[in-house]
């Protein structure tokens, strides 16, 4: 269930060419959170919301156009390896997107990815918990592998901070 905040400028990608990236970001969000692009239950789920900001550089307006990226995904949907791919796949996707209109620079795109606590990714008028989307997603089985996931994610990070308090006597 990814959602996606696109900061595009306005006339900075010709409309057939964002349109055609607002597809293809679609399927890199739902690839790199494990989904299979294909799955239109995922689909139907997975919005892009454009803003057309106004963009400053050291306090003048920019003389090529910035993006920044904002993907939201439910609390154990990215790992290091996902957040890497994901942002690196975005950032090539707005690149290819200008169509040469501009010098190819990765310094012009910028990608976040957060993930939503758990207890606190609301729609449809509740809140969904991990085990809730994955369910949603890939139906009632997958409910079970999800919390063992947040499960074990949790786990991990529980067990590494409690490393470093063991070798940092001072946070004690």
Not at 4 to 10: G, K, R, T
Not at 28 to 45: F, M, Q, T, W
Not at 73 to 100: C, H, M, N
């Amino acid at each position: 269930m990814p959602m996606l905040d696109a900061f595009i400028p306005e006339g900075a990608l010709k409309p057939e060419a964002e349109e055609r990236l607002m597809a293809r970001l679609t399927d890199l969000l739902l690839k790199h959170e494990g989904v299979d692009p294909r799955n239109e239950r995922a689909r139907s789920i997975a919005w892009v919301f454009v803003h057309r900001p106004q963009i400053f550089v050291a306090g003048s307006t920019a003389s090529v156009p910035r993006y920044r990226f904002v993907a939201s995904v439910p609390e154990g949907q990215y790992d290091a390896e996902r957040r890497s791919a994901v942002v690196a796949a975005i950032t090539e996707a707005v690149l290819d997107a200008e169509e040469g209109a501009y010098e190819r620079s990765a310094d012009r795109v910028w990608v976040f990815t957060n993930e939503v606590p758990d207890g606190t990714w609301g729609g449809r008028g509740r809140i969904f918990h991990l085990p809730d989307v994955a369910a949603l997603v890939h139906g009632e089985p997958a409910r079970v592998m999800a919390a063992e996931r947040l499960a074990q994610r949790r786990h991990a990070e529980a067990n590494a901070i409690l490393a470093e308090a063991a070798r940092d006597p001072s946070s004690k």
